[in-house]
């Protein structure tokens, strides 16, 4: 059988073509490297902080973006003193300044407080930092992550929904700004770090481990009766809620099949998933020669954060704090394929990858504003997937190949304004059946 090749032959520039180089830039650093924080309250935000805090000498932040949550936000500020903050709303601004002149006490110098997009696009194109992280999730982050390439800042991406949704223009944004997109989840930081050293054709396929999330181990016959309760409890991350469960339906994986070809054009029919129970190989890649390699450790999500805000330099970190691979400890190392029957999100999610276009922003956004709806026991655990097929059928009458930004967060907004009609209208149906 002839070979495949890996890279694909349509869509935008992919971030790393099958290799990573670092620009000569990125190869020297003079004092900490600055960073600005989208997210920083979130489970990607706390954790790139603990990074900071342990590792000063070598990072510092210069701008900080949150929601509501007053309190983290404070201690934040108070302790790592950014010159910029960002908040959702003017009442939570107000609220973040008074309690910062209390923290802080009188004469103490402020940070500038904004709040809303404008803030949010603020702090992540500020002066001072030279790349951004960004933690908020869905198409919220899509704007102020254009906003800063569009200023030359290079991108440690925990936001899936940038590429997922917006690759067809955020991908040709960086490619005329030399911008970087470095990849801050699990998977595509273990897929980047295979790739160091890669000669030009080398990488051929793409294998994304998954976990199986909640229901690995339960009867097919049996989802139909799960709660939230149940996709909550996942064996072996500590995630936020609505990650969790899009492992549980394994839609998590779906979207990193979408991502990982948009980082590093690898055609669908060579990206593969595989269940991999105990979470330790946090995927990998074959070569050109049928060589595997792979990026092996403990669960830990700081250790890609830590990666995006180092490469391509390696940090010394102490045992203490980043345990070790003990290979004896570990034990054994198994794998299988996945259930179709279980997870029909890799059936809906690789024929959206290879439709492309506005389609990918569309199953993404359905997928999340269904998992809101069933976190809010709105619909059953079933119905998460049944009504993320629907949008994506339905969109196929306005589907955009190559859409500007503008019409990808307009589809975006269609496709969860569609999923709460699908929802309402299918309540009001089994009303009346009942009436």
């Not at 003017?90 to 402020?110: H, I, N, S, Y």
Request: charged share 25%.
């Amino acid at each position: 059988m002839a070979t495949v090749p890996a890279r694909a032959r349509h869509g935008p520039p992919p971030a790393w073509p099958g290799r990573a180089v670092a620009p000569e830039r990125m190869q020297a650093q003079d004092g900490p490297r600055k960073f600005s924080l989208l997210g920083s309250t979130g489970s990607i935000g706390t954790q790139t902080l603990d990074i900071v805090r342990e590792h000063h000498q070598h990072f510092a932040v210069t701008a900080l973006g949150a929601g509501r949550n007053v309190p983290l936000l404070l201690e934040q500020t108070a302790e790592f003193r950014p010159e910029l903050v960002s908040v959702q709303d003017a009442a939570t601004a107000d609220q973040l300044v008074e309690a910062l002149r209390d923290r802080l006490g009188p004469g103490a110098k402020l940070p500038e407080v904004m709040h809303g997009m404008q803030g949010a696009i603020a702090v992540a194109e500020h002066a001072q930092a030279e790349a951004v992280v960004t933690g908020i999730v869905g198409c919220a982050g899509l704007k102020p992550t254009v906003a800063a390439i569009q200023k030359g800042k290079d991108i440690c991406l925990a936001n899936k929904e940038t590429l997922i949704a917006g690759g067809p223009a955020v991908l040709p944004l960086a490619a005329e700004h030399d911008v970087k997109i470095l990849p801050a989840d699990s998977e595509h930081s273990a897929i980047f770090q295979s790739i160091q050293g890669l000669p030009e054709n080398g990488l051929r396929r793409i294998i994304l481990t998954a976990s199986g999330g909640a229901f690995r181990d339960l009867p097919v016959e049996k989802l139909k009766d799960v709660q939230v309760e149940d996709a909550l409890k996942h064996p072996n991350w500590s995630m936020g809620r609505k990650i969790t469960v899009d492992s549980a339906t394994l839609m998590n994986k779906g979207l990193e099949v979408i991502e990982a070809h948009y980082l590093f054009g690898v055609d669908y029919d060579n990206i593969e998933i595989i269940i991999h129970p105990q979470s330790i190989i946090h995927s990998m890649i074959e070569t050109a020669d049928s060589s595997i390699i792979g990026q092996l450790g403990w669960p830990d999500m700081r250790l890609p954060i830590l990666y995006t805000m180092s490469w391509p330099r390696r940090i010394q970190c102490a045992e203490e704090t980043w345990k070790r691979l003990d290979f004896v400890k570990m034990g054994d190392l198994t794998f299988r394929e996945p259930d179709h029957a279980k997870y029909p999100s890799m059936r809906v999610a690789y024929a959206a990858g290879r439709k492309g276009g506005t389609m990918t922003g569309v199953l993404s956004a359905a997928n999340e504003q269904a998992v809101e709806m069933f976190l809010d026991k709105k619909i059953g655990y079933l119905d998460i997937m049944s009504v993320v097929e629907a949008a994506c059928d339905k969109h196929v009458e306005e589907f955009v190949e190559q859409p500007t930004l503008e019409e990808i967060v307009h589809f975006d907004e269609w496709a969860r304004v569609f999923v709460k009609g699908i929802v309402e209208s299918r309540a009001m149906a089994y009303t009346q059946s009942r009436e």
